[in-house]
């Protein structure tokens, strides 16, 4: 609540009628206020910013900055048998140093990402692919079973023996409203009214919920074939061999409750619409979607209101629906909150398969998912880490900040639930992730775990490079911060006018910088 109190605080010269400069209200409409404070509305695609890449040197490498890895480069890093030579680290490299070339993002992005290990073969790759798709295929099956239930045209078989969810932990300073309230501000202004009453986050059901029982499970795993069961057999080995495991399976393949997934699948199909509304094609294929593919995709997810959008933008919104479904039954101790879209939208643009985008997606999650954790754990964490590499760097500022009873960096809260998707442009915005998603594939290679790795990359990789890259943002304006703003709010505003003003290749830049002189201070604070 004392971020909350700090929010609040407005300076007198702002428009009253404002959503950010509202008075407190003496009821619950506080967290209302809150959530109008933390989203502002994008009304279109942050245009693109002037950024020459070629003009910025690296301060992680001692060489002028390269191209990005190009389709020849990627083939020669391949073995005969189709393993990435040297472990993948040459492959990262290269990554964290310029990004990859469009061309070949689908292709390099799975092994970023952990869908493919880097010491899997070809034939491995291909097995494991067909049993990904199997298994993506069963989610489906269930989402479409829910919601036809849902419908009351399928009743659900029930066992007496229930699945026991674990129950929602309460925090010191946030109780599960607060919290929903504040998941809500990744809405948009004009979306308030549906949101008041719908949670993103659903709190847990009570005894008189009807359950999804274990019984759920078994008609799901009954439905593949005899011939499905017997090629399963075959890869469970190669699977656990050559692919990192994914969620806990106790918390898979179904939600806490019926009411959940019937919750989950509104939204979604809301927040899918939404996020196409500004939604460009990367590809000419993207663009030549018929009318007439996009209409039965969008009927078979059962998306509606969406006749307004173009042929290939519904297409794209049909993608999101089945895929972040398929995610909130997977992931049911998470299931679905909005900014999710913004995580996915990014990768079906890239991948063109369901399946592949869907495991990419659950590969992002493993870091991601902390950001939408209903006792905020994971946000807590990360806005800590912002705020000790700001008083690191630059204790003026840092001073400031406390004066503004700001030190908490709760401003940046958007930036770190979406990893500056709203701030960047999509191509912008592949950039920044890849060099990212380089870092934490580098940890899981075992790169630069030894003293003498560390000295020889400079800058170590990291799990929290998107981070430092926030406290670098907040750092490029610490003049403007200090000399003329004031209040929490002023400061809030600032960051969400960052939308289409920021260079990518400098903020990596400023962010490599923090990493080489505090990335040791800032680890041993957080071990």
């Known amino acids: 609540m004392k971020a909350l109190r700090r929010i609040q605080t407005t300076s007198s010269s702002s428009n009253p009628s404002s959503p950010l400069t509202s008075p407190r209200s003496p009821s619950s409409s506080s967290w209302i206020h809150l959530r109008s404070a933390l989203f502002v509305v994008a009304s279109s695609s942050p245009s693109s910013s002037s950024s020459d890449r070629a003009r910025l040197k690296s301060p992680w490498s001692h060489k002028k900055r390269k191209r990005p890895l190009r389709a020849k480069q990627w083939k020669r890093f391949f073995t005969s048998d189709g393993r990435l030579r040297n472990g993948g680290v040459d492959l990262l490299r290269k990554v964290r140093r310029r990004g990859i070339e469009p061309s070949i993002r689908f292709e390099v992005w799975p092994f970023l990402l952990g869908v493919y290990s880097f010491n899997s073969s070809k034939a491995e790759r291909v097995t494991i692919r067909t049993w990904r798709r199997k298994e993506y295929e069963r989610l489906r099956r269930e989402c479409k079973r829910l ?111 019926e009411e959940d997934f019937v919750t989950w699948q509104r939204i979604i199909r809301l927040d899918a619409v939404r ?33 307004h959008l173009e042929p290939y933008k519904i297409f794209q919104a049909a993608r999101l629906v089945a895929v972040l479904e398929a995610y909130a039954l997977y992931d049911s101790d998470i299931g679905y909150c909005q900014g999710m879209s913004d995580l996915l939208s990014p990768i079906l643009s890239v991948i063109p398969d369901d399946h592949e985008a869907f495991w990419c997606f659950v590969g992002f999650m493993k870091k991601a998912r902390h950001n939408f954790r209903l006792d905020e754990v994971g946000i807590r964490r990360q806005l800590n880490i912002v705020s000790k590499i700001i008083k690191s760097k630059d204790s003026q500022l840092y001073r400031h900040l406390e004066k503004l009873q700001a030190e908490d960096c709760f401003f940046v809260y958007r930036m770190v639930v979406v990893m500056f998707r709203r701030e960047l442009t999509l191509e912008q915005t592949f950039c920044l992730w890849e060099v990212m998603w380089a870092d934490q594939a580098a940890i899981r290679a075992g790169m630069g775990k030894s003293a003498w790795s560390r000295i020889r990359q400079r800058a170590p990789p990291t799990d929290d490079l998107v981070l430092y890259a926030i406290a670098a943002s907040v750092l490029q304006r610490r003049k403007l911060i200090i000399e003329k703003y004031n209040s929490m709010d002023e400061i809030l505003r600032e960051c969400h006018s960052m939308a289409g003003q920021l260079d990518v290749w400098k903020l990596l830049d400023d962010a490599h910088d923090l990493v080489v002189t505090l990335h040791t201070k800032i680890e041993h604070a957080f071990s």
């Open 147 to 257: 919601q036809k239930h849902n419908n009351g045209t399928l009743k659900l078989n029930t066992m007496q023996d229930e699945y026991d969810w674990p129950q929602a932990q309460d925090t010191d300073s946030l109780c599960s409203d607060e919290v929903v309230s504040a998941r809500e501000s990744l809405s948009s202004d004009e979306d308030l009214g549906y949101m008041s009453g719908v949670s993103c986050t659903v709190e847990r059901a009570n005894s008189s919920s009807r359950r999804i029982t274990n019984a759920t499970i078994s008609t799901l795993n009954s439905d593949s074939s005899d011939s499905d069961s017997s090629d399963e057999s075959e890869v469970v080995q190669v699977f656990q061999s050559s692919a990192t495991p994914d969620v806990n399976p106790a918390s898979s393949s179904i939600p806490r409750t």
């Open 275 to 307: 996020a196409n509304s500004e939604w460009t094609p990367c590809s000419p294929s993207q663009a030549a979607i018929s009318e007439d593919r996009a209409c039965r995709a969008a009927e078979a997810v059962g998306l509606k209101d969406y006749h």
